[in-house]
């Protein structure tokens, strides 16, 4: 089966990176690019600056659905990632570019399975049972179809482009929650991607932005929020300040203009206020008190 305008596809990496443009992309950025992508050395290969690129949009987990609207014969599909809500920019889901090779057919009769999710930072799916590894560097909140039953420590799972399952260790995924996490459960879940690096556009425990930090993190619980801090803040429900409670949002913007920054409130009620966010001055992830600066920007609380 091929991609086809019009229809839905399935990303078959572990982390697809979207792009503004085919055109936008540098020399730094061939490890993303690859039909086996290598996040981890594509971001060890950037200096601060190519961290914060503006060719990068957002990322994209293995097994994530997309709809193409439009294949090009060089390679390139432009896409709306229908899981990353944007309605500023499309109501369908994030408009971008990714690599065909990067993509593998819808395969309806998979999505009946029952769903599970990583829960390990990183993790690798085996061709076998402990044996060689044919998808690496699959990351938390990745959400993929059980298609059998464990065996021997290891669960295999439905994997976009691969014709049998793959393994994965059974300490590494669990079943996808039924019901809605608490906002604490939430913010423990984001606590643990503390001193991942700041890549603009990250949605990944390789590296991460402010909004994908706060996308992740939910969608580790299933609950799918907007890619953008700006309409983060419009799909949930502002709470005195004051009043916040931790797992809540802290959004940012400056004078006259829209916002830009969202972290987690970290802090205790009535406790000094503190901030987990993906900080892009000390590009990494970082759980501080509220600096001063932030304070003076700080527009809205709000709860998911």
């Known amino acids: 089966m091929e991609l086809q305008p019009g229809r839905e596809a399935l990303v ?19 490890p993303a690019l690859a039909a086996r992508t290598d996040i981890p050395g594509w971001i060890a290969g950037m200096d601060v600056d190519q961290q914060v690129g503006e060719c990068v949009l957002s990322q994209l987990l293995l097994g994530e659905r997309v709809l193409v609207t439009e294949v090009r014969p060089d390679g390139w599909a432009h ?11 499309d109501p369908r889901g994030y408009p971008g570019w990714l690599p065909t090779a990067q993509l ?38 990745t959400r993929l179809h059980r298609a059998g039953p464990l065996f021997d420590g290891w669960l295999p799972l439905h994997v976009p482009g691969h014709a049998h399952p793959l393994w994965a260790p059974e300490a590494d995924v669990v079943p996808l929650p039924a019901g809605p996490p608490t906002a604490r459960q939430v913010l423990a879940l984001a606590e643990r991607l503390r001193d991942v690096v700041y890549i603009w556009g990250g949605v990944s425990s390789h590296g991460i932005d402010c909004s994908g930090l706060v996308h992740l993190a939910w969608r580790r619980f299933g609950v799918i929020l907007p890619r953008d801090a700006v309409d983060q803040a419009g799909a949930t429900t502002p709470v005195p300040v004051g009043e916040e409670r931790p797992g809540d949002l802290y959004f940012f913007a400056r004078p006259g203009s829209r916002i830009h920054h969202v972290g987690l409130v970290a802090g205790e009620p009535g406790a000094d206020r503190r901030l987990l966010h993906a900080c892009y001055r000390q590009r990494r992830v970082l759980d501080e008190p509220l600096p001063a600066d932030r304070a003076a920007t700080l527009v809205g609380t709000h709860r998911v």
């Open 79 to 89: 896409v709306v990632a229908v899981e990353q809500p944007a309605p500023r920019l």
């Open 104 to 141: 593998a057919p819808l395969v309806p009769y998979r999505r009946r399975s029952p769903e599970f999710v990583v829960d390990a930072g990183v993790t690798e799916l085996r061709a076998t049972p402990g044996g060689p590894v044919a998808v690496a560097g699959v990351v938390l909140g």
């Open 12 to 30: 078959q990496v572990a982390v697809a990176t979207l792009w503004t443009a085919p055109e936008a992309v540098r020399a730094v950025d061939r």
